[in-house]
């Protein structure tokens, strides 16, 4: 289903506008935000559906996705180094399964209803498997098979899709090794395939730019900054400005950086470092082809703690590069220890996050002190995941001494932990607890 018969690239959602009917003013979707009993206006996706027009009305499958919001933090305004009034987070881990996924898992649920599929099927690093499961368990239209790879999955991310009933497959390989072997299934089996090569979901994303933009009063922001994994989000924000563009709807476009991290860099090495552009979509496709063989032959795989972004060959490469070209962007890579203090920043100075989204934290932080970003802009940072999402690395970081990590950090190569925030352990004694809360004054 997903690719080109002809040239064997992905699909790509393109809609007649001139046939359609599309609003004059974004404003003009904020008069659903009181609809609470319409579920198609209560959701923060389908609200926008005029400007996804790809499904009647009575095919939509939502569960309330897109509720969330864009915050201020004087905190981690000032650890990125930009104005207190000028930095955002828009905190998609408040959807019904605790990532930003299940805004396009609510667009590729809807095509499964619209063409009646019976089984539905995704690779993960995790919150894709725990989104496709949670809709899978509410809607109950179709079933639902994942595949994680071994040994990496979060455990809060498995635990979800244990507990929403998916059948769980856990390849013994990594999540490329997974992406491979599912897409393979899906042709051979006619099973509805859900991973971000589906772009209907990317459809779906579109809907955050929406809600961020909504939030700024539809002020267009300078920046929005964005972990970059499989690059279906990167890849969905520019194609929603571009049409937004294009409809009239917003008169210029926000600058896009993508930041990766530093052990699953492929996109920053490509973009920024064998400077592999767009070009009218003649891209060069031999330089990838070059990369992914060297990276083949060298048996580089992807290492980071960000394990939602730990990913080899990112599907919506293509897409992306598109994506970097409307909005003029940048990419950036950072380490598993800036990631991992960026994200302490976030949750001390905010509703926190799971390791993969504190990277848009700390790549903002890196494009300030680079003067790419400059202290007056108004920056968009997206927190994709939950901070309940991987309890392991945020306790693992808050237990380690500031200069000596916890042994699994340690061994990841994250050597500090600068803002841990220690439990300190007192005796089953009450003049001793009292002492203790002495020293906090
Ligand atoms: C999936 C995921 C990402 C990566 O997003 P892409 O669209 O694949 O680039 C980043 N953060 C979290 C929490 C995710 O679940």
Avoid at 6 to 24: A, K, Q
Avoid at 371 to 400: E, F, M, N
Wanted: aromatic share 8%; charged share 20%; net charge negative.
């Amino acid at each position: 289903m997903p690719h080109c018969s002809d040239c064997g690239s992905l699909l790509d959602v393109g809609y007649e506008w001139d046939r359609l009917p599309v609003p004059s003013s974004l404003r003009e979707f904020e008069a659903r935000w009181g609809l609470r009993n319409s579920p198609n206006d209560f959701s923060g996706v389908w609200r926008f559906r005029e400007l996804l027009p790809f499904a009647p009305e009575e095919k939509i499958v939502t569960i309330g996705e897109g509720q969330t919001i864009l915050q201020k933090s004087a905190a981690v305004a000032q650890y990125v180094g930009i104005d207190e009034k000028s930095l955002f987070l828009q905190y998609e881990g408040l959807n019904p399964s605790g990532s930003f996924k299940d805004n396009g898992m609510t667009a590729a649920s809807t095509h499964a209803n619209m063409v009646g599929a019976k089984l539905a099927a995704c690779a993960s690093t995790g919150n894709t498997s725990a989104s496709l499961a949670v809709f899978a368990s509410t809607a109950r239209l179709f079933d639902v098979v994942v595949f994680v790879g071994s040994g990496k999955i979060a455990y809060g991310k498995l635990s979800q899709a244990l507990d929403y009933g998916a059948k769980t497959l856990q390849i013994q390989g990594d999540f490329d090794d997974a992406l491979s072997q599912v897409r393979d299934v899906c042709k051979k089996r006619g099973i509805y395939l859900c991973n971000s090569v589906n772009p209907f979901r990317l459809e779906g994303q579109k809907a955050i730019m929406y809600r961020v933009l909504e939030g700024l009063g539809w002020d267009v922001p300078d920046w929005i900054v964005v972990p970059g994994g499989n690059l279906g989000n990167s890849s969905a924000f520019g194609k929603a400005f571009l049409e937004l563009k294009q409809l009239g709807l917003i008169d210029r476009v926000p600058r896009l950086a993508v930041i990766n991290a530093a052990g699953a860099n492929t996109l920053y090495r490509l973009y920024e470092q064998q400077q592999v552009k767009w070009n009218a979509g003649n891209f060069d496709r031999n330089v990838i082809e070059d990369f992914y063989t060297e990276m083949d032959g060298e048996n580089r795989r992807a290492r980071t703690l960000a394990t939602a972004i730990e990913i080899n060959r990112p599907v919506n490469l293509a897409k992306c590069l598109r994506a970097l070209d409307v909005c003029d962007g940048v990419v950036r890579q950072v380490s598993d220890q800036e990631i991992l203090d960026a994200k302490a920043q976030v949750g001390g100075g905010g509703f926190g996050c799971e390791p993969a989204s504190g990277a848009s934290v700390a790549g903002a932080r890196l494009l300030q002190r680079e003067g790419v970003i400059s202290k007056s802009d108004r920056v968009v940072c997206i927190l994709t995941g939950h901070q309940l999402k991987d309890p392991t690395a945020t306790v693992a970081y808050h237990s380690s001494d500031e200069n000596q990590t916890d042994e699994s950090l340690h061994l990841a190569g994250v050597e500090q932990a600068p803002y841990a925030n220690q439990p300190q352990v007192v005796e089953n004694d009450f003049e001793k607890i009292m002492d203790v809360l002495h020293q906090f004054g």
